[in-house]
């Protein structure tokens, strides 16, 4: 008989501890840092039958997680994202000053560039990892590849398509043709740090936010990738979150996630689905984590980059890429590059119906042909299909909608974002005027 723990596990002292111990002690992958955080799966993941397994607690489930001290691993992931967005189109480049992928002469490989991509559609990655310092993961397209690899010290991201790479960690010599930006001895940031790619990575997201407000249970079995698993489920106890439930598919024998999939409140498909389609944990091989530009290759230095967005400005609103998981607060409004005199976010509420109050410089709202501040039409033309006019006691605003994420942006220049109703949002700018 498949197990089944309907008890929630309710959020006590002991409880909190051990998930964040549980949070605490899972490895990043290579692609654990690689985040949205996005993401069904086809049914190559689709089971023999579910498993027979020994009977597990939601607690003992959670400490296997914990315990779990697997480092290495090679595989492919399947990974679909559905957050209800109409078509992007060509919207990156009227975002982008310059229009230009990447703003003014932006590399199509900067990971902060390129792994938006995983914020729509569905996805097909190989990943490798061997410990925290060595890790790939791929990103497989129809005529091209994208890889982005760390090797202790160093980071390298490569874009077949276009023939360019971005680098960043130790000091490259003028020897090697390419010239000689960066710092030396600087310790290279983990790959694609905003965007989670993996389940284990989502799954460390969701047990970070695991608290007073969550219920966590186990819901029986599931083969995922060849692989015995139970099915750990996590849900909001509070009433106004978009998220319905996460479900958590755990290896059986090692306790690493294999499957993480996030249903909405509202109903209707996953708005998060990812899992291996293949999976082994033995060691990769040593030159997975190795790289050289090919020649002719167009390299673009990690400073380099990160000047020239500061220089471009802020691109677009800023908010939905690296707003995170939900319940995990106001963490992933941090970093807008180019965003000078953004103050820190104010948090409001606590738990799944957590909401960042971000007050825009200058106290401006969004452009309009009445400020004299006109967007690209292609830009208006997507904002006015995600937005809603909305009023209160906070004055006027537009609420952009997703499945998941919502934001108001008030034409007095403050933004309230989380992973709650357009109503929630509505309420807290009205308590916060």
Same mark, same amino acid.
Do not use: C
């Given at each position: 008989?498949?197990?089944?723990d309907?008890a929630?596990?309710?959020g006590?002292?002991?409880?909190?501890?051990?998930r964040? =111990?549980?949070?605490?002690?899972i490895?990043?992958?290579?692609?654990?840092g690689?985040?949205?955080?996005?993401?069904?799966l086809v049914?190559?993941?689709?089971?023999?039958?579910d498993p027979?397994l020994p009977?597990i607690?939601a607690?003992?489930l959670?400490?296997?997680?914990?315990?779990?001290?697997?480092?290495?691993?090679?595989?492919t992931?399947?990974?679909s994202t559905?957050l209800g967005?109409?078509?992007l189109?060509?919207?990156?480049g009227? +975002?982008?000053?310059? !229009?230009?992928?990447?703003?003014?002469?932006?590399?199509s490989?900067d990971?902060?560039?390129?792994?938006?991509?995983?914020?729509?559609g569905?996805h097909?990655?190989r &990943?490798?990892?061997?410990?925290?310092d060595?890790? #790939?993961v791929s &990103?497989?397209?129809?005529?091209?590849?994208y890889?982005?690899?760390?090797?202790?010290?160093?980071?390298?991201?490569?874009?077949?398509?276009s023939?360019?790479?971005?680098?960043?960690?130790?000091?490259?010599?003028?020897?090697?043709?390419h010239?000689a930006? !960066?710092e030396?001895?600087r #310790?290279a940031?983990?790959?694609?740090?905003?965007?989670?790619?993996?389940? =284990?990575?989502?799954?460390?997201?969701?047990?970070?936010a695991?608290?007073?407000?969550?219920?966590v249970?186990?819901?029986?079995t599931?083969?995922v990738?060849? #692989?015995d698993?139970?099915?750990? @489920?996590?849900?909001?106890?509070?009433s106004?979150?978009?998220?319905g439930?996460?479900?958590?598919?755990?290896?059986?024998?090692n306790?690493?996630?294999?499957? +993480?999939?996030?249903?909405?409140?509202?109903?209707?498909?996953?708005?998060?689905?990812?899992? +291996?389609t293949?999976v082994?944990?033995?060691?990769?091989a040593a030159s997975s984590?190795?790289?050289?530009?090919?020649k002719?290759?167009?390299?673009?230095e990690?400073?380099?980059?990160?000047?020239?967005?500061?220089?471009?400005?802020p691109?677009?609103?800023g908010?939905?890429?690296?707003?995170?998981?939900p !319940?995990?607060?106001?963490?992933?409004?941090?970093?807008?590059?180019?965003?000078?005199?953004?103050?820190?976010?104010k948090?409001i509420?606590?738990?799944w119906?957590?909401?960042a109050? &971000?007050?825009?410089?200058?106290?401006?709202g969004?452009?309009?042909k009445?400020?004299?501040d006109?967007m690209?039409?292609?830009?208006?033309?997507?904002?006015?299909?995600?937005?809603d006019?909305?009023?209160?006691?906070?004055?006027?605003?537009?609420? +952009?909608?997703?499945?998941l @994420?919502?934001?108001?942006?008030?034409?007095?220049?403050k933004?309230y974002v989380?992973?709650?109703?357009?109503?929630?949002l509505?309420?807290?700018?009205?308590?916060?005027?």
């Open positions: 008989m498949a197990p089944n309907n929630a596990t309710e006590g002292a002991a409880d909190t501890t051990v964040r =111990k549980a949070a605490r002690y490895v990043p992958f290579a692609v654990a690689v985040a949205a955080a996005t993401i069904g049914p190559a993941l689709a089971s023999t039958g027979d009977e607690t607690q003992q959670i400490e296997k997680i914990a315990a779990s001290d697997t480092q290495q691993l090679s595989g992931v399947r990974i559905d967005l109409p078509s189109g060509g919207l990156a009227s +975002f982008a000053q310059g !229009g230009a992928p990447g703003g003014k002469g932006g590399s490989a990971p902060q560039e390129k792994l938006t991509e995983l914020a729509s569905t097909t990655l &990943i490798a990892a061997d410990g925290p060595r890790q #790939r &990103i497989l397209e129809n005529a091209a590849e890889s982005l690899i760390r090797n202790g010290d160093e980071v390298w991201a490569y874009d077949s398509g023939n360019q790479a971005y680098h960043a960690g130790e000091k490259r010599g003028a020897a090697d043709g010239g930006a !960066g030396h001895g #310790r940031p983990a790959p694609g740090s905003t965007v989670p790619t993996t389940p =284990k990575t989502l799954a460390e997201e969701v047990l970070k695991a608290g007073p407000t969550t219920s249970t186990v819901d029986g599931a083969r990738a060849g #692989r698993a139970y099915k750990l @489920v996590v849900k909001p106890k509070q106004g979150s978009t998220v439930s996460v479900t958590v598919a755990v290896d059986a024998k306790g690493v996630p294999l499957k +993480f999939t996030l249903l909405p409140s509202g109903g209707g498909k996953a708005v998060v689905d990812a899992g +291996f293949q082994d944990f033995a060691k990769p984590f190795t790289f050289t530009p090919p002719g290759a167009e390299v673009t990690a400073d380099d980059a990160k000047a020239q967005r500061k220089a471009d400005g691109q677009g609103l908010l939905l890429p690296g707003v995170g998981v !319940g995990a607060g106001a963490e992933g409004t941090d970093g807008i590059e180019g965003a000078e005199g953004f103050e820190e976010p948090v509420g606590e738990g119906n957590a909401i109050e &971000i007050t825009v410089p200058g106290g401006t969004l452009p309009s009445a400020s004299g006109d690209p039409p292609e830009a208006q033309q997507f904002l006015d299909a995600l937005g006019k909305v009023s209160g006691k906070f004055g006027s605003g537009t609420v +952009f909608k997703t499945r @994420v919502n934001a108001l942006m008030t034409d007095n220049g933004v989380g992973a709650v109703t357009p109503a929630a509505v309420e807290a700018a009205n308590g916060a005027s």
